[in-house]
């Protein structure tokens, strides 16, 4: 059952543990996903807060964790393309929330949950450096009685995808969305994905543990979710729910507000206010973040996201998503949605088996439509009609006054908030295209496979990769 998302506040000063998974959609037991098999974070949430409507501002690492440790949106910060090499500082007088957690005493870690003496993944878009960033990779690290504001890093269901031998996933029995074919690829590919979350919720069981037998439950307050949505090849890097849709669960010491769900509209810039909030910390006035929780907040009607360069692929795509719909901008609408990408082709088997069978016109219609020479202009779905963004409604003529008032509230949005600079630096995108062509080639030597492959042999590569016959 849904309940109201309010709660009294806590006092100030407890532990607060961001677990962070990478690339993670809402394929959980608890979120409804059958066929995975979550049951330490099934606990968590039974014992917590599950928010059903956390929305990424970005759906790839770097944008994404940028705007989360400053609460800010990444086109106002010169964070929005992915992994620079021409980085930059952060604007005068905006600080990562670290620093404030410091300020106030807590001792500030972030660490990897293969080794906790090991710093976790911080591809920050801006100059930093790890050290200056964290006061190590683990709170273990702090003095006695410190509070400390923790982060744990996933790698996750990040590909390359990996088997669980005692939990397999039964390809046949998962559920394929209708925009990707119906294929002992996809299938099998998503199998993996899933057996991989599952590698996940091993994870979060034994941070569980070592915080129980810490006895660190009672005063810290656990936020669970992904820096993004699914790694799929119309999902990560894309602005449809997929990519940008992540589970969060909240758990309160002594299992306050347990078991319960929120329906709430949450962007992940504002798990960082929320944050500072729990830590008794006033939230800076530039930040973009809110708090979510309490009587008193402001419930947000949109979420906002965008996607631009993303290795070497130049593109720029702004999207806003209410509680029933989402609306898109393509502002490159002359080029495909699956422009060359080295690191997609390399990973994603389901990629080259659409390219091939767009080929071969053996794609439905809805499957197709992805792989078109071009794209639309604008983008409008109705989410609670059409839950997978199939149909688009931006020139059905009953929708002409919603998407208006969408493109307006878009357009007031990006005037007060898009302050980065178009095009991007020319050496910056030569330098990604160089970096990016160097790793293909290196990838797929290490597969012993040439970088001219054909589709149809890359493809029976991948066949013969994932243990499927002809």
């Known amino acids: 059952m849904v309940v109201g998302c309010s709660r009294q506040e806590e006092p100030s000063l407890l532990n607060i543990l961001w677990i962070m998974a990478d690339d993670l959609g809402p394929d959980l037991g608890c979120y409804g996903t059958s066929e995975v098999y979550t049951p330490n974070i099934d606990r968590l949430a039974s014992e917590g807060v599950r928010y059903t409507n956390l929305f990424t501002v970005a759906a790839v690492s770097s944008v994404s964790r940028s705007a989360m440790i400053t609460g800010m949106y990444p086109i106002s910060i010169n964070c929005h393309q992915h992994r620079t090499q021409f980085k930059s500082d952060l604007p005068d007088s905006i600080k990562p929330i670290t620093e404030y957690f410091r300020e106030i005493g807590y001792y500030v870690s972030n660490g990897s949950a293969n080794d906790r003496n090991r710093f976790g993944k911080t591809d920050y878009n801006f100059i930093h450096s790890v050290d200056s960033l964290y006061d190590g990779p683990d709170w273990s690290g702090r003095k006695k009685g410190q509070p400390f504001f923790a982060q744990i890093q996933i790698s996750y269901p990040h590909r390359p995808f990996i088997h669980d031998k005692e939990h397999p996933v039964n390809p046949e029995k998962v559920v394929i969305p209708p925009f990707y074919p119906d294929h002992p690829i996809t299938r099998k590919d998503w199998a993996l994905y899933l057996e991989t979350v599952q590698a996940v919720d091993y994870q979060v069981g034994e941070i569980l543990d070592r915080l129980e037998k810490e006895g660190l439950l009672d005063n810290t307050v656990i936020f669970f979710f992904g820096d993004q949505g699914q790694p799929h090849v119309r999902s990560k890097q894309f602005m449809y729910d997929e990519g940008t849709h992540t589970p969060l669960i909240i758990r309160w010491p002594n299992k306050f507000m347990s078991n319960t769900v929120c329906d709430d509209l949450v962007s992940n810039i504002d798990l960082s206010a929320q944050a500072l909030r729990i830590g008794g910390i006033a939230i800076p006035p530039y930040m973009h973040g809110r708090p979510f929780i309490g009587r008193s907040v402001k419930k947000r009607e949109y979420i906002f996201s965008m996607r631009d360069r993303r290795d070497e692929t130049v593109d720029r795509i702004r999207s806003m998503r209410s509680e029933r719909y989402r609306y898109i901008r393509n502002l490159y609408p002359e080029l495909p949605y699956t422009q060359p990408n080295a690191y997609k082709k390399f990973n994603y088997p389901v990629l080259t088996l659409m390219q091939l069978m767009h080929k071969r016109g053996e794609l439905t219609k809805v499957q197709d439509a992805f792989m078109a ?71 797929m030597k290490n597969r012993g496979l040439p970088v001219g492959i054909s589709d149809e042999d890359f493809l029976q590569w991948w066949m013969n990769k994932l243990e499927l016959s002809n």
Do not use: C
């Not at 008032?405 to 005037?415: E, F, G, T």
């Open 373 to 443: 020479d071009t794209r639309p202009v604008e983008e409008l779905y109705d989410i609670k009609a059409d839950p997978f963004e199939l149909v688009n409604l931006a020139s059905d003529p009953l929708y002409k006054e919603r998407k208006e008032q969408m493109s307006k509230i878009l357009d007031d949005w990006l005037s007060k908030y898009d302050t980065a600079t178009y095009p991007e630096n020319e050496q910056e995108i030569e330098y990604a295209k160089r970096l990016m062509n160097k790793d293909f080639e290196r990838w």
